[in-house]
Structure formats: C-alpha cells, structure tokens
C-alpha cells in the first residue's frame, strides 16, 4: 500500500489546480475545523460556509446558529464565536443547538472554499484524527491526498502542520508506504521531536496569541484526540456527516 502527501501551508498560497482529482483534508486546528466538528457532535446536521460576514444576512431564522469570528472576536450579529468552548457552553444554556449553522472565520473557511476542486474533502483535527485515519485507510493504493491548512491571516501555523505530521505517522505505523512533498516531510519530522510535539506546539506564535486573548481552553479542546468521532464531507459549501 502506498500514500501520496502533498502540504499547502496556508489558504492564500493555495495552486487550487493542484486538488483535481487529490482527496483533500481541510485543517485549522485552532479553531475552525475543531469547532466544525464540534457542532456536529452537539447536533447540528448541516453547516453552511460563508465567504464573507455580510452573508450572515441571509440566516437570521431561528433554524440557524450563525457562528462567526475576525481576529478571534466574535462578529457582530453573529450568535457564537468561532470556538469549541463557547459552543459547548451555548448548548448547555439552551439545551439544545439549531439543526443548521451558518459559519465565517478568519482562515478555516475562506481554506475549505479554496480547495473546493478537490475530488473529496474532508473536515480534520486532532478530535477526529482516527476517524480521518481511517477513512484514509479505505481508499485504494496511489491516491494523491493534499493537507490544505489554513494557516493564520498568511502565515503558517505550526499546530496545523503538527497534525499533518501526526496523521503521516499513524498512516506509517499501519505498514503503509509513503511518498511525501517537503512540507509534508518537515510535518512528519517535527511531529517527531524528542521534545514531543505538544511541548513544541506551545513555542507556536498562534498558540501564544490564542493564550494571550483568553482562548487557552479552546485550545486544550482542540488537542484532545478522537473527542468527536466523526467525519464531517464538504461539498460545495456545505458540510454534513459522511
């Protein structure tokens, strides 16, 4: 068995060409696709991607939850910033989530409407790192599979990276073979450092400003493993479970 890997670093550096015909995984660790995957966990059955807050117009029935954020704060108008703690907190206040979301963040969505030509995209974090495993796992041999990370306002963000080499080394230590671009290979040999990656995540200058504008629970959200096992698809721009 054998995997290709390619690594985008962040949304704005994106040769969306590239993902014809690739399986995409769409990553933004801190906090997009953790909080993603969160809702659907919470019980949300669709999330609606918006290109722009403006858009947010158009979903103000109670049907939906309108989840939104620039530069970590919350839009204004909008029901919930984009954060795992904070929607977790909502549904225990309201005992219940709307069916749908309508979502805008700085980077995690503007990244999964970049790589819209891929062949499948998927939803990934660390809260549904062995459901992605092993969907991965179930495609044939030779399948081309890009990490589209989203980065931060066109910058790489290490955690996003961190979880691409995390993800390289589950696929290896399941025998498969792997052939690997640079960006996935310096992923693959960060997650490997003899600090361990988790102490290395915490050097992240992402991470430092997350800490500094009181975010710090959403992150140690963000890092638990297989929290929510599940995978959400992206098609167009809506997501739903597979």
Not at 106 to 114: I, M, Y
Not at 130 to 149: G, I, K
Not at 232 to 241: A, F, H, M, N, V
Request: hydrophobic share 45%; charged share 25%; with cysteine.
């Amino acid at each position: 068995m054998k995997r290709n890997f390619f690594l985008s670093p962040f949304a704005e550096a994106y040769q969306e060409e590239r993902f014809i015909g690739s399986r995409v995984l769409v990553v933004d660790i801190f906090r997009a696709t953790t909080t993603m995957v969160n809702l659907f966990l919470l019980g949300v059955e669709e999330i609606r991607l918006l290109a722009g807050p403006e858009e947010g117009e158009a979903f103000t029935s109670p049907e939906w939850l309108k989840v939104g954020e620039r530069d970590s704060v919350k839009i204004p108008g909008f029901d919930v910033n984009n954060s795992p703690r904070e929607i977790s907190a909502l549904f225990i206040e309201r005992g219940s989530l709307p069916g749908r979301a309508a979502m805008v963040t700085s980077n995690g969505t503007r990244a999964a409407l970049r790589a819209r030509l891929g062949e499948a995209l998927f939803v990934a974090c660390f809260n549904n790192l062995s459901c992605v495993l092993d969907r991965l796992l179930l495609y044939p041999e030779e399948e081309n599979w890009f990490f589209a990370l989203a980065g931060d306002g066109g910058r790489l963000s290490l955690e996003d990276s961190l979880f691409a080499g995390v993800l390289i080394g589950e696929v290896e230590k399941r025998g498969v073979k792997t052939v690997l671009d640079d960006g996935s290979l310096l992923a693959r040999e960060a997650a490997k450092t003899p600090l361990g990656w988790e102490a290395l995540l915490r050097e992240g200058v992402h991470t430092q400003e997350l800490e500094n504008k009181g975010f710090r629970e959403d992150i140690l959200i963000a890092l638990q493993r297989d929290r929510c096992p599940l995978l959400p698809l992206i098609e167009g721009r809506t997501l739903r479970l597979t």
